[in-house]
């Protein structure tokens, strides 16, 4: 039964993968800065990534996540609106928010706005989890399209 969980388990974090590639969840060429006209997101190649815990990872809470931007730059969320800059969110074992929307703040929309690039989480145990990173800016409203990324976990 386990081997069974952790193929549908794959399967399921492939077909996720590719659905936020596809979704342009990785920034955009096309973003300017708010009335400056200037690019501020440069490269297609731009985006988040949950640098760890590796995806498919059997852990122990608390799990320790950490994100790694390119293209982007992390601050505070108390500097303010900044075009290409922000701070990150984790989403777990939820849909993404809507992106028009500030990301609403409870146990499965964790905050980082103090600008941290890493943060340790507690999951229940003997259970798999998805973990989504979520890029905003310092008013919580995330980037469209969204700049994302997410990992399964197990948690022995």
Do not use: W
């Not at 690019?39 to 994100?67: H, R, W």
């Not at 609403?104 to 980082?112: A, N, V």
Request: net charge negative; glycine share 10%; with cysteine.
């Amino acid at each position: 039964m386990n081997f069974l969980v952790r193929c549908g388990s794959v399967f399921l974090m492939v077909l996720l993968v590719g659905c936020a590639s596809q979704g342009g969840g990785n920034g955009s060429d096309s973003q300017k800065a708010e009335g400056s006209g200037s690019e501020a997101v440069k490269s297609s190649q731009a985006g988040v990534t949950i640098t760890k815990p590796a995806p498919m990872a059997d852990v122990t809470s608390p799990v320790e996540v950490c994100l790694e931007t390119k293209g982007y730059v992390v601050e505070p969320a108390k500097n303010g609106v900044n075009e290409g800059k922000g701070h990150h969110h984790l989403i777990i074992n939820a849909d993404l928010p809507d992106l028009s929307q500030p990301v609403p703040k409870d146990d499965q929309h964790i905050h980082m706005g103090d600008g941290s690039t890493c943060k340790s989480i507690e999951l229940s145990a003997g259970k798999m989890h998805t973990i989504k990173a979520l890029f905003a800016r310092g008013n919580h409203i995330p980037y469209d399209p969204a700049v994302t990324d997410s990992v399964v976990v197990f948690v022995k």
